[in-house]
């Protein structure tokens, strides 16, 4: 019998230690993702493989919401809001492929300034393929400079990715 307690403190004890020395996350790094992506409020152009794009953002609802609204000469113009639920950071993006895919930050690098979502669920999905914007990656350049990475899924793979550098013109 004392040598089943004394196996159970052991495992105890190195139970504590790795979670001790495990990789630790900000507790509140998706706070910190929503304040940094707050800062893009303002009017951003960009280059893309459908033409120019105008992004546009604005804090609302109290500093709760960051909405974008995404136009270009070729395409219809989307939207995307981000917002805090609790502790977590999401993003809801109103697509021109008719469906709302929403998506969680999983990790910000303050020091790098890069921010990635993964896909969380959509709504207005016609079938579990469907394609939909799955994930999305930002990188933070500086304070004029935005680097953005969107992968469109289909039958459940990724099937393209969308990028474009843009600069705030105000």
Wanted: hydrophobic share 40%.
């Amino acid at each position: 019998m004392k040598r089943h307690y004394l196996l159970m403190a052991s495992l105890a004890v190195a139970a504590v230690a790795l979670q001790a020395a495990g990789p630790k996350s900000e507790p509140n790094s998706d706070a910190a993702a929503f304040a940094r992506l707050k800062t893009l409020a303002g009017e951003w152009e960009a280059n893309t493989a459908m033409g120019k794009v105008h992004l546009s953002y604005e804090v609302i609802a109290g500093g709760t919401a960051l909405v974008e609204h995404e136009s270009g000469e070729k395409m219809p113009a989307m939207l995307t809001v981000y917002h805090l639920d609790g502790d977590r950071l999401l993003l809801t993006h109103y697509c021109m492929a008719g469906n709302q895919p929403r998506m969680q930050a999983r990790a910000f690098n303050a020091e790098t300034g890069e921010l990635e979502f993964q896909f969380l669920d959509a709504t207005n999905l016609s079938g579990p393929g469907a394609g939909h914007m799955h994930n999305a990656r930002f990188r933070f350049i500086d304070n004029d400079h935005l680097a953005s990475q969107w992968d469109f899924y289909e039958n459940g793979q990724k099937k393209m990715t969308e990028g474009f550098q843009a600069t705030c013109i105000r």
